[in-house]
T-cell receptor, first 115, second 115 residues
Framework: DVKVTQSSRYLVKRTGEKVFLECVQD?????MFWYRQDPGLGLRLIYF???????EKGDIPEGYSVSREKKERFSLILESASTNQTSMYLC??????????????FGDGTRLSIL | AQSVTQPDIHITVSEGASLELRCNYS??????LFWYVQSPGQGLQLLLK??????LVQGIKGFEAEFKRSQSSFNLRKPSVHWSDAAEYFC?????????????FGTGTRLQVTL
């Protein structure tokens, strides 16, 4: 079974801090994704990566950056956290080939609160 | 760009009753369609998927979904709901273009089951 592990289930940070959310998958998947989930808005794609050191912006990249130095690890970075970034963050991965057929495998999420 | 609409934000059914969750999509070609379930505090789990062929697809936990091209719909059904089915359900459409298996999610339907 695919295992996608997010390093923290709950995280509380202060406004202006630099925040790192970590995600690791154990199935050698090429593609990895970061979403944020807010009530009534569903899941919105922040960034995704289709290979090591490769990244593309999703629908809401503002205020975020990502890092993928190793295939199994995909980090989401909040450069200067703000209260409107309080949310549930979900990481997912899929294998190649691409083309929309691969279901995504999700971690359990990190609930981030910015005070 | 593709989009997904889940018109019901919240549905309540009695245990043992039948269930239908609605999903409408907008996409120019044959879509790849998915249903996911999210239990409280958890990530998303794949229930079923449709790529082509038989328009009635079976999934896990006794769920099924029917693809209707003429109605641009992919509704999720279950003949008899169990209390453990209480969760949030997300419909998603896959993007067959691009470099990764991107999904576009609906805003979700929260299912409450009364005993």
């Amino acid at each position: 079974d695919v295992k996608v592990t997010q390093s923290s289930r709950y995280l509380v940070k202060r406004t202006g801090e630099k925040v790192f959310l970590e995600c690791v998958q154990d199935m050698d998947h090429e593609n990895m994704f970061w979403y944020r989930q807010d009530p009534g808005l569903g899941l919105r794609l922040i960034y995704f990566s289709y290979d090591v050191k490769m990244k593309e912006k999703g629908d809401i990249p503002e205020g975020y950056s990502v890092s993928r130095e190793k295939k199994e690890r995909f980090s989401l970075i909040l450069e200067s956290a703000s209260t409107n970034q309080t949310s549930m963050y979900l990481c997912a991965s899929t294998p190649s080939p691409a083309g929309g057929k691969q279901p995504q495998h999700f971690g359990d999420g990190t609930r981030l609160s910015i005070l | 760009a593709q989009s997904v609409t889940q018109p019901d934000i919240h549905i309540t059914v009695s245990e043992g009753a039948s269930l239908e969750l609605r999903c409408n999509y907008s996409y120019g070609a044959t879509p790849y369609l998915f249903w996911y379930v999210q239990s409280p505090g958890q990530g998303l789990q794949l229930l079923l998927k449709y790529f082509s062929g038989d328009t009635l697809v079976q999934g896990i936990k006794g769920f099924e979904a029917e693809f209707k091209r003429s109605q641009s719909s992919f509704n999720l059904r279950k003949p008899s709901v169990h209390w453990s089915d209480a969760a949030e359900y997300f419909c998603a459409v896959g993007d067959p273009t691009g470099t990764a298996s991107k999904l576009t999610f609906g805003t979700g339907t929260r299912l409450q089951v009364t005993l």
